[in-house]
Nanobody, 122 residues
């Protein structure tokens, strides 16, 4: 069983930055592709960013390109999401997910964290 625990969410003003972290319980973390998704109230869970097991490939949603950066530290079993130039429309619960291959859809990820709230005030 893979457990994922997100942290780093909070309240920030528009234009500010936050860094989310997700620690994965499994020693085989380095074999997993990782992703970040977000879900705003009343909306579907949307793709934000993903990274391959090696860190060599990354994908981003168009809405966050140039503002968000996904990275990972396999020695620490941790994936990060650096979020800069935050906008009110970035407000959502952010989830990290683990999968076998890098992907952009929720069904390609088999394990999920509990989520962390990010609120961006205008």
């Amino acid at each position: 069983q893979v457990q994922l625990v997100e942290s780093g969410g909070g309240l920030v003003q528009a234009g500010g930055s936050l860094r989310l972290s997700c620690v994965v319980s499994r020693r085989t973390f380095s074999r997993f592709a990782m992703g970040w998704f977000r879900q705003a109230p009343g909306k579907e869970r949307d793709f934000v960013a993903a990274i391959s097991w090696s860190g060599g490939n990354t994908y981003y949603a168009d809405s966050v390109k140039g503002r968000f950066t996904i990275s990972r530290d396999n020695a620490k079993n941790t994936v990060y999401l650096q979020m800069n130039s935050l906008k009110p429309e970035d407000t959502a619960v952010y989830y990290c997910a683990a999968g076998l291959t890098i992907a952009t859809i929720t069904t390609d990820f088999g394990s999920w964290g509990q989520g962390t709230q990010v609120t961006v005030s205008s």
